[in-house]
């Protein structure tokens, strides 16, 4: 599958990452919005949101988890945002689920 989430889950394609397990991967994103932005990503495909199921949904828990792990590590006490962008309206670039993990700043919202 020519997804560029998943070359980077199996090490094809080179990048930051901060974490790995059998499940997931976390990795700095090429154009960061906020001192720290690290991108979650399921090792699986799964295009966004809109596929998850009851077979495939527990990697997002895992995910989140993992999330409050690298929020400790990266030195995000003060907060931070989660975002996972969904389809064109929501913004959704690459058709890999991901989440963006964003801190280091004080955040705005609404998002815009
Ligand atoms: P989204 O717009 O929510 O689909 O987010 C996709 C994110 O992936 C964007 O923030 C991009 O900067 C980031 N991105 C795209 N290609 C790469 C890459 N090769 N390495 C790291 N981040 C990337």
Same mark, same amino acid.
């Given at each position: 599958m020519d997804c560029i989430f998943c070359k980077i889950a199996s090490g094809e394609i080179p990048s930051k990452k901060v974490y790995e397990d059998d499940r997931v991967c976390a990795f700095c994103d #090429? =154009?960061?919005?906020?001192p720290v932005h690290v991108l979650i990503i399921p090792k699986?495909?799964?295009?966004?949101?809109?596929? #998850? =199921?009851e077979e495939n949904a527990d990697v997002v828990s895992h995910v989140f988890l993992v999330a409050k792990r690298l929020a400790g590590e990266l030195g995000l006490e003060k907060g931070f945002r989660i975002v996972s962008n969904c389809g064109e309206d929501g913004g959704q670039s690459v058709l890999h689920l991901h989440f963006h993990l964003l801190g280091g700043r004080s955040m705005k919202w609404p998002p815009g």
């Open positions: #090429l =154009d960061p919005q906020a699986k495909h799964i295009s966004s949101i809109m596929e #998850l =199921d």
